[in-house]
C-alpha cells in the first residue's frame, strides 16, 4: 500500500508542476540544454548544490530556492540569454496563470515580425524570485536585440 501512496503522490507532484506539452516548440526549448557554458563556482553555504547541471531554462527555473543559490543562478540564466540570443533562439519567457496556454498560443505563428518563442516558466508559484529570473532573461534578450 505504501508503493502505491508513492506513486500516486509523485504523479500529482509532477503534473501539477508545469504543465508544458512535451513535443511543443515551448517544451524543446524549456528543456534545452545548452552546452559549453562557462564552469560556475560552488555556493559556500551550500557546497552539494550542483552547479553543472543549470543548463537549461527548466533547470535554472526549477532550482530557484535560496538567495545564495539563486545568485548563483541569476548569473546562469543571463548567460543563457546570451547564449541563446548567438544561436538565434529569440525566447520570451512569460509567467503568471494561464501562461502555458498563452505561450502555446503566441506560438502558433512563429514566422511573425518578432520571431520569439515565448516559454512559461511558473503558471501557479507567483515567487518573486521566479519574476526576477524571468525579467534578467527578457531584458537581456530585449538588450542583444537592440543592439542587433
Same mark, same amino acid.
Given at each position: ?6 506513486? /500516486?503522490?509523485?504523479? &500529482?507532484?509532477?503534473? #501539477?508542476?508545469?504543465?508544458? =506539452? @512535451?513535443?511543443? +516548440? ?9 552546452? %559549453? ?5 560552488? #555556493?559556500?553555504?551550500? =557546497?552539494?548544490?550542483?552547479? !553543472?547541471?543549470?543548463? #537549461? /531554462? ?6 530557484? #530556492? ?10 546562469? /540564466? +543571463? ?5 541563446? &540570443? ?13 501562461? $502555458? ?12 515580425? %518578432? ?5 512559461? $516558466?511558473?503558471? &501557479? ?8 529570473? @524571468? !525579467?534578467?532573461? %527578457?531584458? !537581456?534578450? !530585449?538588450?542583444?536585440?537592440? @543592439?542587433?
Amino acid at each position: 500500500m505504501k508503493k502505491l501512496i508513492f506513486i /500516486i503522490t509523485i504523479n &500529482f507532484l509532477t503534473l #501539477s508542476y508545469g504543465q508544458i =506539452p @512535451k513535443g511543443t +516548440v515551448q517544451y524543446k526549448y524549456y528543456d534545452y540544454c545548452n552546452e %559549453n557554458l562557462s564552469k560556475l563556482e560552488k #555556493s559556500e553555504v551550500y =557546497p552539494l548544490f550542483r552547479t !553543472e547541471e543549470l543548463c #537549461s /531554462i527548466k533547470k535554472c527555473f526549477r532550482a530557484i #530556492s535560496y538567495p545564495e543559490i539563486n545568485t548563483i543562478i541569476y548569473n546562469r /540564466i +543571463v548567460e543563457l540569454a546570451k547564449a541563446n &540570443f548567438q544561436k538565434k533562439i529569440y525566447l520570451f519567457l512569460i509567467e503568471g496563470k494561464g501562461s $502555458v496556454e498563452l505561450a502555446e498560443k503566441k506560438n502558433e505563428n512563429l514566422e511573425d515580425d %518578432n520571431k520569439l518563442i515565448y516559454i512559461s $516558466v511558473d503558471d &501557479f508559484k507567483n515567487a518573486k524570485e521566479i519574476t526576477k529570473g @524571468k !525579467e534578467l532573461y %527578457n531584458s !537581456e534578450t !530585449e538588450k542583444l536585440m537592440n @543592439k542587433k
